[in-house]
Protein backbone atom coordinates (compact mmCIF):
# COMPACT_ATOMS: atom_id res chain seq x y z
CA UNK A 1 0.00 0.00 0.00
CA UNK A 2 1.38 3.36 -0.91
CA UNK A 3 2.06 5.66 1.66
CA UNK A 4 1.03 9.57 0.94
CA UNK A 5 1.42 10.74 4.19
CA UNK A 6 3.67 13.87 4.55
CA UNK A 7 6.54 12.69 6.01
CA UNK A 8 6.89 10.32 2.93
CA UNK A 9 6.52 12.63 0.39
CA UNK A 10 7.83 15.97 1.33
CA UNK A 11 11.68 14.76 1.92
CA UNK A 12 10.92 13.30 -1.88
CA UNK A 13 9.90 17.21 -3.01
CA UNK A 14 12.37 19.10 -1.26
CA UNK A 15 15.13 16.73 -2.62
CA UNK A 16 13.60 17.04 -5.88
CA UNK A 17 13.79 20.90 -5.49
CA UNK A 18 17.12 20.38 -4.46
CA UNK A 19 18.33 18.22 -7.51
CA UNK A 20 16.68 20.52 -9.98
CA UNK A 21 18.22 24.08 -8.55
CA UNK A 22 21.77 22.23 -8.54
CA UNK A 23 20.79 21.60 -12.19
CA UNK A 24 20.08 25.14 -13.04
CA UNK A 25 23.03 26.09 -11.40
CA UNK A 26 25.06 23.45 -13.34
CA UNK A 27 23.66 24.37 -16.39
CA UNK A 28 23.97 28.09 -16.05
CA UNK A 29 27.73 27.56 -15.25
CA UNK A 30 28.14 25.50 -18.47
CA UNK A 31 26.03 27.30 -20.85
CA UNK A 32 27.13 30.90 -20.17
CA UNK A 33 30.39 32.18 -21.74
CA UNK A 34 32.61 34.82 -20.73
CA UNK A 35 35.28 34.82 -23.83
CA UNK A 36 35.66 35.63 -27.49
CA UNK A 37 33.13 38.12 -27.53
CA UNK A 38 34.16 40.52 -30.47
CA UNK A 39 31.90 43.58 -31.90
CA UNK A 40 30.16 42.90 -34.73
CA UNK A 41 30.62 45.33 -37.72
CA UNK A 42 28.19 46.46 -40.06
CA UNK A 43 27.90 44.80 -43.04
CA UNK A 44 28.87 47.98 -45.08
CA UNK A 45 31.37 50.72 -43.91
CA UNK A 46 28.64 53.59 -43.01
CA UNK A 47 29.41 56.02 -46.00
CA UNK A 48 26.69 58.94 -44.57
CA UNK A 49 25.39 60.54 -41.36
CA UNK A 50 22.56 58.34 -41.37
CA UNK A 51 25.13 54.94 -41.62
CA UNK A 52 27.07 56.10 -38.96
CA UNK A 53 24.55 57.12 -36.48
CA UNK A 54 22.91 53.63 -36.67
CA UNK A 55 26.58 52.02 -36.66
CA UNK A 56 27.82 54.29 -33.46
CA UNK A 57 24.31 53.05 -31.60
CA UNK A 58 25.02 49.87 -32.22
CA UNK A 59 28.52 50.01 -31.32
CA UNK A 60 27.38 51.22 -27.93
CA UNK A 61 24.88 48.62 -27.20
CA UNK A 62 25.54 45.94 -28.42
CA UNK A 63 27.36 44.03 -25.51
CA UNK A 64 24.68 45.18 -23.56
CA UNK A 65 22.27 43.11 -25.81
CA UNK A 66 24.38 40.38 -26.04
CA UNK A 67 23.71 39.63 -22.33
CA UNK A 68 20.07 40.40 -22.32
CA UNK A 69 19.60 37.89 -25.42
CA UNK A 70 21.75 35.41 -23.64
CA UNK A 71 20.52 31.91 -22.87
CA UNK A 72 19.78 32.73 -19.13
CA UNK A 73 19.73 36.80 -19.32
CA UNK A 74 20.74 39.17 -17.09
CA UNK A 75 22.46 37.54 -14.34
CA UNK A 76 23.30 39.78 -10.96
CA UNK A 77 18.97 40.50 -10.29
CA UNK A 78 18.88 36.70 -10.19
CA UNK A 79 16.63 35.89 -7.26
CA UNK A 80 18.17 32.07 -7.19
CA UNK A 81 21.25 33.49 -5.88
CA UNK A 82 23.09 32.50 -8.96
CA UNK A 83 25.32 35.70 -8.66
CA UNK A 84 26.68 34.71 -5.27
CA UNK A 85 27.48 31.01 -6.95
CA UNK A 86 28.31 31.69 -10.76
CA UNK A 87 30.14 34.90 -10.53
CA UNK A 88 32.06 34.77 -13.51
CA UNK A 89 29.36 35.83 -15.77
CA UNK A 90 27.02 37.70 -12.62
CA UNK A 91 30.88 40.18 -12.48
CA UNK A 92 31.49 40.19 -16.40
CA UNK A 93 27.65 41.75 -16.76
CA UNK A 94 28.46 44.25 -14.19
CA UNK A 95 31.41 45.32 -16.23
CA UNK A 96 29.55 45.50 -19.15
CA UNK A 97 27.42 48.16 -17.37
CA UNK A 98 29.36 49.93 -16.07
CA UNK A 99 31.17 50.64 -18.59
CA UNK A 100 27.66 51.42 -20.66
CA UNK A 101 26.94 54.08 -18.57
CA UNK A 102 29.91 56.28 -18.75
CA UNK A 103 30.11 55.26 -22.80
CA UNK A 104 26.15 56.28 -23.31
CA UNK A 105 27.10 59.59 -21.71
CA UNK A 106 29.89 60.52 -23.44
CA UNK A 107 28.69 59.71 -26.67
CA UNK A 108 25.14 61.71 -26.45
CA UNK A 109 27.21 64.85 -25.66
CA UNK A 110 29.70 64.13 -28.46
CA UNK A 111 28.23 62.88 -31.38
CA UNK A 112 24.32 63.41 -31.00
CA UNK A 113 24.87 67.00 -30.99
CA UNK A 114 26.60 70.05 -32.81
CA UNK A 115 28.49 72.06 -29.51
CA UNK A 116 28.55 72.17 -25.86
CA UNK A 117 25.28 74.61 -25.81
CA UNK A 118 22.95 72.42 -27.74
CA UNK A 119 20.37 70.22 -25.65
CA UNK A 120 21.07 66.40 -25.58
CA UNK A 121 18.16 64.59 -27.39
CA UNK A 122 15.76 63.76 -24.90
CA UNK A 123 15.93 59.70 -25.65
CA UNK A 124 19.28 59.83 -25.07
CA UNK A 125 18.69 62.14 -21.59
CA UNK A 126 16.48 59.06 -21.18
CA UNK A 127 18.70 56.54 -21.38
CA UNK A 128 21.94 57.65 -19.74
CA UNK A 129 20.25 59.38 -16.63
CA UNK A 130 17.13 56.68 -16.02
CA UNK A 131 17.59 53.79 -17.84
CA UNK A 132 21.26 52.25 -17.95
CA UNK A 133 21.71 54.36 -14.73
CA UNK A 134 18.73 51.99 -13.00
CA UNK A 135 20.59 49.29 -10.62
CA UNK A 136 22.00 46.14 -12.05
CA UNK A 137 20.31 44.17 -9.14
CA UNK A 138 16.56 44.57 -9.43
CA UNK A 139 14.26 42.00 -10.02
CA UNK A 140 11.29 44.19 -9.74
CA UNK A 141 7.82 44.00 -8.81
CA UNK A 142 5.12 41.74 -10.88
CA UNK A 143 8.05 42.02 -13.31
CA UNK A 144 7.79 46.43 -13.69
CA UNK A 145 10.51 48.19 -13.19
CA UNK A 146 13.53 45.66 -12.91
CA UNK A 147 16.71 45.77 -14.26
CA UNK A 148 16.34 44.04 -17.77
CA UNK A 149 13.19 46.31 -18.81
CA UNK A 150 14.97 49.31 -17.99
CA UNK A 151 18.07 48.35 -19.71
CA UNK A 152 16.14 47.42 -22.96
CA UNK A 153 14.83 51.17 -22.67
CA UNK A 154 17.96 51.91 -22.97
CA UNK A 155 18.45 50.53 -25.88
CA UNK A 156 15.78 51.14 -27.95
CA UNK A 157 16.13 55.04 -27.19
CA UNK A 158 19.70 54.66 -28.74
CA UNK A 159 17.70 52.91 -31.83
CA UNK A 160 15.42 55.58 -31.86
CA UNK A 161 17.55 58.44 -32.23
CA UNK A 162 19.60 56.67 -34.64
CA UNK A 163 16.03 56.45 -36.63
CA UNK A 164 15.65 59.98 -36.24
CA UNK A 165 19.08 61.07 -38.07
CA UNK A 166 17.76 61.73 -41.47
CA UNK A 167 20.45 63.87 -42.61
CA UNK A 168 17.59 66.23 -44.02
CA UNK A 169 18.56 69.79 -42.60
CA UNK A 170 15.48 70.33 -43.71
CA UNK A 171 13.42 68.00 -41.37
CA UNK A 172 12.82 70.28 -37.93
CA UNK A 173 11.98 66.79 -35.96
CA UNK A 174 15.87 65.07 -37.45
CA UNK A 175 18.21 64.13 -34.70
CA UNK A 176 21.75 65.30 -35.39
CA UNK A 177 24.56 63.06 -36.31
CA UNK A 178 28.23 65.24 -35.47
CA UNK A 179 31.22 63.94 -35.27
CA UNK A 180 34.42 66.23 -35.22
CA UNK A 181 38.02 65.65 -33.84
CA UNK A 182 37.47 67.42 -30.82
CA UNK A 183 34.66 64.60 -30.12
CA UNK A 184 36.79 62.33 -31.24
CA UNK A 185 39.44 63.62 -28.56
CA UNK A 186 36.69 63.49 -25.60
CA UNK A 187 35.42 60.05 -26.34
CA UNK A 188 39.14 58.81 -26.31
CA UNK A 189 39.55 60.32 -23.68
CA UNK A 190 36.56 58.14 -21.83
CA UNK A 191 38.24 55.32 -23.01
CA UNK A 192 41.81 55.86 -22.13
CA UNK A 193 39.97 56.95 -18.24
CA UNK A 194 37.80 54.10 -18.03
CA UNK A 195 40.86 51.78 -18.79
CA UNK A 196 42.84 52.90 -16.19
CA UNK A 197 40.44 52.29 -13.99
CA UNK A 198 40.49 48.97 -14.61
CA UNK A 199 43.92 48.78 -14.00
CA UNK A 200 43.40 50.50 -10.90
CA UNK A 201 41.14 47.39 -10.00
CA UNK A 202 44.05 44.91 -11.19
CA UNK A 203 46.40 46.51 -9.19
CA UNK A 204 44.53 46.46 -5.46
CA UNK A 205 47.03 44.61 -3.38
CA UNK A 206 43.45 43.46 -1.70
CA UNK A 207 42.28 41.28 -3.59
CA UNK A 208 42.43 38.13 -2.44
CA UNK A 209 42.83 34.49 -3.82
CA UNK A 210 38.91 34.00 -4.18
CA UNK A 211 37.84 36.86 -5.70
CA UNK A 212 40.67 37.17 -8.29
CA UNK A 213 38.20 35.82 -10.89
CA UNK A 214 35.26 38.62 -9.83
CA UNK A 215 37.85 41.19 -10.68
CA UNK A 216 39.46 39.55 -14.02
CA UNK A 217 35.73 38.93 -15.59
CA UNK A 218 34.56 42.63 -14.63
CA UNK A 219 37.80 43.74 -16.28
CA UNK A 220 36.40 41.82 -19.23
CA UNK A 221 32.69 43.32 -19.35
CA UNK A 222 34.14 46.82 -19.37
CA UNK A 223 36.79 46.15 -21.64
CA UNK A 224 34.37 44.31 -24.20
CA UNK A 225 32.28 48.09 -23.83
CA UNK A 226 35.12 50.12 -24.42
CA UNK A 227 36.32 47.56 -27.36
CA UNK A 228 33.04 48.43 -29.30
CA UNK A 229 32.79 51.59 -28.59
CA UNK A 230 36.40 52.34 -30.37
CA UNK A 231 35.75 49.71 -33.36
CA UNK A 232 32.35 51.78 -34.24
CA UNK A 233 34.27 54.84 -33.77
CA UNK A 234 36.84 53.93 -36.55
CA UNK A 235 34.01 52.53 -38.27
CA UNK A 236 32.64 55.88 -38.60
CA UNK A 237 35.86 57.72 -38.89
CA UNK A 238 38.81 56.63 -40.82
CA UNK A 239 41.11 59.03 -39.86
CA UNK A 240 41.59 57.93 -36.81
CA UNK A 241 43.47 55.09 -38.17
CA UNK A 242 45.62 57.75 -40.65
CA UNK A 243 46.27 60.31 -38.06
CA UNK A 244 46.76 57.76 -35.20
CA UNK A 245 48.56 55.34 -36.79
CA UNK A 246 47.88 52.15 -38.22
CA UNK A 247 50.51 50.26 -35.38
CA UNK A 248 48.80 51.96 -32.47
CA UNK A 249 45.27 50.94 -33.93
CA UNK A 250 46.61 47.13 -34.63
CA UNK A 251 48.04 46.86 -31.64
CA UNK A 252 45.05 48.54 -29.73
CA UNK A 253 42.62 46.02 -31.21
CA UNK A 254 45.07 42.85 -31.57
CA UNK A 255 44.95 43.55 -26.96
CA UNK A 256 41.61 43.79 -26.37
CA UNK A 257 40.81 40.78 -28.11
CA UNK A 258 43.76 38.60 -26.20
CA UNK A 259 41.27 40.63 -23.57
CA UNK A 260 38.51 39.35 -24.75
CA UNK A 261 39.93 35.29 -25.32
CA UNK A 262 41.55 35.68 -21.92
CA UNK A 263 39.98 32.72 -20.12
CA UNK A 264 42.11 30.33 -17.48
CA UNK A 265 40.57 27.46 -16.52
CA UNK A 266 41.33 28.75 -12.64
CA UNK A 267 42.54 32.02 -11.63
CA UNK A 268 44.90 32.45 -9.30
CA UNK A 269 47.42 35.46 -8.54
CA UNK A 270 50.66 34.91 -7.54
CA UNK A 271 50.24 34.72 -4.19
CA UNK A 272 48.23 37.51 -4.61
CA UNK A 273 50.49 39.09 -2.20
CA UNK A 274 53.91 40.08 -3.48
CA UNK A 275 53.34 37.59 -6.20
CA UNK A 276 56.65 35.92 -5.96
CA UNK A 277 55.47 32.38 -5.90
CA UNK A 278 55.69 30.04 -8.24
CA UNK A 279 52.00 30.19 -9.22
CA UNK A 280 50.93 31.74 -12.48
CA UNK A 281 49.61 35.65 -11.97
CA UNK A 282 46.30 35.44 -14.05
CA UNK A 283 45.64 39.14 -12.15
CA UNK A 284 49.54 40.87 -13.51
CA UNK A 285 49.28 39.31 -16.99
CA UNK A 286 45.62 40.67 -17.48
CA UNK A 287 47.23 43.83 -16.17
CA UNK A 288 49.65 43.76 -19.02
CA UNK A 289 47.26 43.88 -21.60
CA UNK A 290 45.11 46.41 -20.13
CA UNK A 291 48.29 48.68 -19.81
CA UNK A 292 48.81 48.19 -23.42
CA UNK A 293 45.65 49.47 -24.38
CA UNK A 294 46.30 52.44 -21.87
CA UNK A 295 48.95 53.53 -24.02
CA UNK A 296 48.12 52.52 -27.75
CA UNK A 297 45.00 54.98 -26.73
CA UNK A 298 47.11 57.60 -25.27
CA UNK A 299 49.14 57.92 -28.76
CA UNK A 300 45.76 58.05 -30.74
CA UNK A 301 44.84 60.56 -28.48
CA UNK A 302 47.80 62.79 -28.68
CA UNK A 303 48.04 62.42 -32.53
CA UNK A 304 44.22 63.45 -32.83
CA UNK A 305 45.08 66.48 -31.15
CA UNK A 306 47.93 67.34 -33.22
Not at 149 to 161: P, V
Request: with cysteine; glycine share 6%; net charge negative.
Amino acid sequence: MTDFSPRTWLPRVLLGLVGVYILYILCVGALTTVANQTYKAPAETPKDDVARASCIAEALVQPMEEELDGLFGWLPNDILLVPRIVDNKTNYQRGVIYATRSASEVLAKTVARFGERDTLPPMLVNATTKDFAYADDVWGWWFLYNSEKRYRDGIKNWRLWASKVTGNPEDKKAQVYNLTTSDIVEILNWAIKTVDYTLGVLNDDKVGHFHGDDVIYYVKGISHVVDCVIEGLLQCDTSIAERGGKENVDELLKRLSMISRFNPIYVVGGSYGVGDSFWPNHIAAMARHVDVVSNRLTDIRNAMEK
